[in-house]
């Protein structure tokens, strides 16, 4: 058989030489996924040259239409993507590939007006999103994923949103830029969720979504509306982290089934921490039988019904508001006989209540923190729509919001305040009740400290303005007018529900994720006391030392003088040594921490009879050797991100390099490349919702306390006890100690003052804080002084192990000042010394103590509210961490909801808008619509952008 041979080419070199020459554009031997370059800010899935250079009539590789942020619409221009910073959004991409099947990782991330990258504040990261594609050819699919827009200093009216598709070699196949409005504090979106858009078009128009504009007023809204598409997905995230912007969702004619199983659970999780769903009862509320929904109703259908005028006469003496001019005159919703209204008939179930001049109208019932609310009308009723009452009805029945007072002033600008309440309009508390309260907590007590949200600018009422009725004019009721700031003085007894000890972030309002303050505050301090190498103890070293000589000395004389062979115990010392000292190296390790250590704290939050929490967990990774880590969670709800090592609120960009750290979507959401670099600390912020395998059961009655709790959970709770606050102010205290899962106690509830509320745990190693421990030593050595002499801070029981060191802490502490024994020393300053030398010596296990002050200081607890605090050191949930470390600190507190806050009282409007314009100025009561290119955030499209 002949072998054929093929002759080399003489040139063959020179070939090759051209396929390792960079921009020849000829294709590499191996191909391998490249990180996408920052984008610019056009877009360049269509550009002039590539259309140059296609031939005329061959379609575009790739169709793609505008990004849609959920929620949101779709729309060819998507001009209704609005947004919050500092929240997570759902990013989704609806594109199509024209000439051939592609492959590849989607990217999303926040850019700057330059197309840069926008870094996580107080980081050098850059959070990019991504996710793997498959686009058949010919077929539109929808892509999503989950971004975070980072908070900024610099105020801005828009954000801009890159998304780009990119091939398993690192071509760019569709790239754009998605230009975001960003809403203010005291915004919030309102989702409605109907059959018919055409229907609620009216919800615009109520003064309680926004103003009517009158003369030169232009108030910003305080409801982004959003309504679904017709052949598109429902704008809805499929993680409750994703829901945190939206206040309410209204329900009509929707089947169940409609959302995926993701979102149904996103909303059970939204609902019971705060989410309000308004559900139009006669198109909906049969429709709902059998659903995920029903277990949470107020009410059961049991038939439809005619409503007419008689249904309606206590509904009309609590709604329908008087003239100012003639009080006696009432202006009614009249429904005649002759042409009633479609109702429906319903039997209360659980804790469903009627509310007030609603008796068999109106049902809402508890949820978690949340409620739903049902109507047994339609709200789409022409006739309420046009009715006068409709806007008091719809603000305090179906909103919950307080009651309001409305005025105009010289200057024919309408505005309004509260009727019992002194707290600003713009309150973001007030605009939602959706709360975390490893987000929503200040702080209290800790080395560092954030700022949080205060009243915006607004101008004075003048002294001479004209008034209705007399009406107090307050601050803070004109809308668009900066000049002053505005006093917030909250009726806090009057709506634990709403404000609750919560505060709102200056960005992002409620609900949004958190890094500066209270409970991330606080694990920061924790975990940075843990964190990182301590030197090995004495005890440590004593132990090992005599071990070793054990081993040298009498045990090897001993062994070889059994054999015989007491000669050969000086060939076995050296030996002996080398092991000795790979023992120690190996042990020392373990004990500091010295390849991998992670020091974790968390918050597990468990609402009102609900089988999921949600856990924030907070990690400081330390490493001897740079190592790139990465989190893989058990589910699509985790998310993480770089944790800033010191609490501020990013007053300029790093001055750093930036580098990605990926947050992949596959079957589960995984971090990866997060970079902690030699002999140094990364910390890193996780949250996802877990299933608890079960609930905490209590047995209680509607108004006491007695009953029999049940640890229905698989979590062994420690330092377990539930407190209380009966409707007339008094507080008590069941302690349980050791309660297991699946164990029952009976809650023998005791009496205590307010300020031993919180002393059972306080009492406990593990819930003592760093400001407890100091603030005690404090007052017993130097009582209320505010600065002591140096030579007596220095004598302190507690620094005399370590008296060298304290005298070197404080010569370096005042460096200009020439530091002698009668230096002043302040409680801070001695406080960081402590904190430094002693307390993350002495502590012998992570601590809950901060965390827990910030609950107890923050946290109110309201009359009729009923909550357990515990606490775990077992691993929860089931996502890694990889490379996983070689020593492990780790506890959790958790916060459990027995009985949640009580709504408050319901009340309506003192006037009406009538008393100030006439019905012809009034486009709602018009059927009329404003414009739809209207910006509803204050702003313009175009207009700012980050900087």
């Known amino acids: 058989m002949v072998q054929q041979t093929f002759p080399l080419n003489r040139n063959w070199w020179f070939g090759w030489l051209l396929l390792l020459l960079p921009g020849c554009g000829c294709l590499p031997l191996f191909s391998a996924q490249t990180t996408p370059e920052p984008a610019t800010a056009e877009t360049t899935e269509q550009t002039p040259e590539r259309s140059a250079a296609r031939p005329a009539g061959k379609p575009e590789d790739f169709d793609s239409r505008p990004v849609v942020l959920f929620p949101g619409q779709f729309s060819e221009e998507a001009k209704n993507n609005r947004y919050k910073l500092g929240h997570w959004a759902v990013a989704n991409l609806r594109v199509q590939a024209n000439t051939a099947d592609a492959t590849g990782q989607l990217h999303a991330f926040l850019v700057d007006t330059l197309g840069q990258p926008v870094p996580i504040p107080g980081t050098r990261f850059v959070a990019d999103s991504t996710r793997p594609f498959t686009l058949p050819r010919g077929q539109e699919k929808n892509l999503e994923a989950l971004v975070y827009l980072p908070r900024r200093t610099e105020e801005a009216a828009a954000a801009n949103v890159h998304v780009d598709l990119t091939s398993p070699a690192g071509l760019r196949l569709v790239d754009t830029i998605q230009p975001v409005l960003l809403l203010k504090p005291h915004q919030f979106h309102f989702v409605v969720l109907v059959r018919s858009n055409e229907e609620y078009r009216y919800l615009r128009l109520l003064d309680c979504v926004q103003l009517p504009r009158s003369s030169s007023a232009n108030s910003p809204p305080f409801y982004s509306l959003v309504y679904p598409s017709p052949e598109q997905p429902i704008p809805l995230a499929n993680t409750a982290l994703a829901w945190t912007t939206i206040a309410y969702l209204l329900w009509d004619q929707i089947l169940p089934e409609e959302l995926s199983p993701e979102q149904q659970q996103a909303l059970l999780d939204w609902l019971h921490f705060g989410g309000q769903l308004i559900i139009s009862g006669p198109n909906s509320l049969e429709k709902l039988r059998g659903s995920f929904l029903e277990p949470f109703l107020p009410v059961k259908f049991s038939g439809t019904r005619n409503l007419a005028g008689a249904d309606f006469v206590d509904f009309n003496r609590t709604w329908s508001p008087p003239s100012v001019k003639n009080p006696e005159q009432r202006r009614e919703l009249t429904i005649p006989a002759t042409a009633p209204m479609l109702g429906i008939q319903w039997e209360l179930v659980g804790r469903g209540v009627e509310l007030p001049g609603g008796k068999s109208l109106v049902a809402e019932t508890a949820v978690g923190r949340g409620r739903i609310v049902v109507t047994a009308f339609p709200l789409n009723e022409k006739r309420f729509q046009t009715w006068p009452g409709y806007s008091s009805f719809f603000n305090a029945a179906l909103l919950r919001r307080p009651a309001r007072v409305f005025f105009e002033n010289q200057f024919n600008e309408i505005g309004f305040h509260w009727r019992d309440d002194q707290a600003s309009i713009y309150d973001p508390l007030l605009g939602s009740a959706v709360r975390f309260s490893a987000r929503d907590l200040p702080t209290a007590g800790l080395l560092n400290s954030g700022n949080q949200w205060s009243p915006p600018n607004e101008e004075l009422a003048p002294a001479n303005a004209p008034t209705v009725n007399d009406w107090k004019q307050r601050p803070g009721e004109y809308p668009g007018q900066p000049d002053e700031a505005a006093i917030v003085q909250r009726n806090l007894a009057r709506d634990p529900w709403h404000y609750g000890g919560f505060e709102a972030d200056p960005q992002g309002g409620v609900a949004a994720w958190n890094d500066e303050v209270g409970i991330a505050a606080a694990a920061r301090e924790s975990i940075a006391l843990a964190a990182g190498i301590t030197p090995p103890s004495p005890e440590f070293v004593f132990r090992m030392l005599g071990l070793y000589l054990l081993c040298l000395v009498p045990l090897n004389w001993l062994l070889f003088r059994l054999v015989g062979r007491v000669e050969w115990a000086w060939f076995a010392a050296p030996l002996i040594a080398i092991g000795g000292a790979i023992i120690v190296v190996r042990l020392a390790a373990l004990d500091i921490g010295f390849v991998r250590s992670q020091s974790q704290l968390g918050l597990l939050e468990i609402p009102v009879s609900y089988q999921r929490g949600h856990f924030s967990e907070y990690s400081a990774l330390y490493t001897s050797l740079s190592t790139r880590y990465q989190v893989e969670f058990a589910d699509l709800t985790g998310v993480a991100l770089p944790f800033p090592p010191r609490s501020e609120l990013a007053s300029a960009a790093t001055q750093q390099a930036t580098s990605p750290v990926y947050l992949e979507r596959t079957l589960t959401n995984r971090l990866r490349d997060f970079l902690v670099q030699s002999n140094s600390t990364g910390m890193l912020h996780g949250e996802n919702f877990l299933e608890l395998g079960g609930r905490l059961e209590w047995n209680d009655p509607e108004k006491g306390l007695d009953g029999e709790l049940r640890n229905g959970t698989g979590i062994d709770l420690q330092g377990a006890g539930v407190v209380a606050r009966t409707a007339a102010g008094e507080v ?69 192990p370590v008296t060298n060191q304290v005298w070197q802490y404080f010569r370096r502490a005042f460096p200009e000042d020439q530091v002698s024994r009668q230096t002043k020393v302040t409680f801070l300053q001695f406080k960081l010394a402590y904190a430094r030398l002693v307390f993350a010596a002495e502590r012998k296990e992570l601590g809950l103590g901060e965390m827990f002050d910030a609950l107890a200081d923050g946290l109110e607890l309201a009359p009729g509210e009923v909550r357990l605090i515990a606490r775990s050191s077992s691993p929860l949930g089931e996502h890694q961490l990889r490379p996983a470390a070689t020593r492990v600190s780790r506890s959790t507190l958790i916060l459990a909801h027995l009985r949640a806050p009580p709504f408050p009282a319901i009340a309506s409007d003192q006037n009406s808008l009538l008393d100030l314009l006439d019905e012809s100025q009034l486009d709602w009561m018009q059927g009329d619509e404003r414009d739809e290119e209207e910006d509803p955030t204050g702003a313009e499209a175009g207009s700012g952008g980050l900087k």
């Open 732 to 800: 008590r205290l069941a302690w349980l100690g050791e309660f297991p899962a699946g164990s029952a106690r009976r809650l023998e509830f005791r009496e205590v003052a307010q300020p031993e509320l919180y002393l059972a745990w306080k009492k406990l190693p593990e819930y003592q804080s760093l400001e407890q421990r100091c603030r005690a030593i404090w007052l017993e050595a130097f009582g209320g002084a505010d600065s002591v002499p140096l030579e007596r801070v220095v004598a302190l029981p507690e620094f005399q």
